[in-house]
T-cell receptor
Framework: DAGVIQSPRHEVTEMGQEVTLRCKPI?????LFWYRQTMMRGLELLIY????????DSGMPEDRFSAKMPNASFSTLKIQPSEPRDSAVYFC?????????????FGQGTRLTVV | KQEVTQIPAALSVPEGENLVLNCSFT??????LQWFRQDPGKGLTSLLL?????REQTSGRLNASLDKSSGRSTLYIAASQPGDSATYLC???????????FGKGTMLLVSP
């Protein structure tokens, strides 16, 4: 398996524009996570899906952020409108059955810069 | 709420040294603990997963220990090499959830 695949790897956008980040989890994994990493706050969970259903979205900063998982092999994280403070690296991760008993595998991340 | 602390924040050692990275967590009711490696500009690579029933887990020159009662884990790296230079993060599942709480990481530099 190619691992968790994220696209794009880098995104530079202007403030106010819509940004869509994409993730393809490892085949057979039924849990998917979106994390955000910044120097100040480290890695923070944004949202967690299990079997394509959002289970915990308490980490989503505000209504400008939304995430979907239309099927087991694809998820998106959308920011609309984007703001400079959204600049960060966004990671997608997947695991077989949550992380209670199994490893989480991370993608390479999307580095987002909002100018 | 689970909190994870990693000490030291940064570590610089000469090649060949054995070293220990520390991780502590506030809620000891964990199912497992996972150590990751992150290279600059890259994603996280899983190194070791220790189940709560285990006390140690080994992979090559890496050995991770877990003491749930004291809320601590250590990652031991034997005979360090320049290629070990990276940031090492530990993470634990949040109580009752399948999500992970991460420490801020230890940035390791191994000089030749």
């Amino acid at each position: 398996d190619a691992g968790v695949i994220q696209s794009p790897r880098h995104e530079v956008t202007e403030m106010g524009q819509e940004v869509t980040l994409r993730c393809k989890p490892i085949s057979g994994h039924n849990s998917l996570f979106w994390y955000r990493q910044t120097m100040m706050r480290g890695l923070e969970l944004l949202i967690y899906f299990n079997n394509n259903v959002p289970i915990d979205d308490s980490g989503m900063p505000e209504d400008r952020f939304s995430a979907k998982m239309p099927n087991a092999s694809f998820s998106t994280l959308k920011i609309q409108p984007s703001e400079p403070r959204d600049s960060a690296v966004y990671f997608c991760a997947s695991s077989e059955q949550g992380t209670l008993n199994t490893e989480a595998f991370f993608g390479q991340g999307t580095r987002l810069t909002v100018v | 709420k689970q909190e994870v602390t990693q000490i030291p924040a940064a570590l610089s050692v000469p090649e060949g040294e054995n070293l220990v990275l520390n991780c502590s967590f506030t809620d000891s009711a964990i199912y497992n603990l996972q150590w990751f490696r992150q290279d600059p500009g890259k994603g996280l690579t899983s190194l070791l997963l220790i189940q709560s029933s285990q006390r140690e887990q080994t992979s090559g020159r890496l050995n991770a220990s877990l003491d749930k009662s004291s809320g601590r884990s250590t990652l031991y790296i034997a005979a360090s090499q320049p290629g070990d230079s990276a940031t090492y993060l530990c993470a634990v599942p949040n109580s009752g959830y399948s999500t992970l709480t991460f420490g801020k990481g230890t940035m390791l530099l191994v000089s030749p």
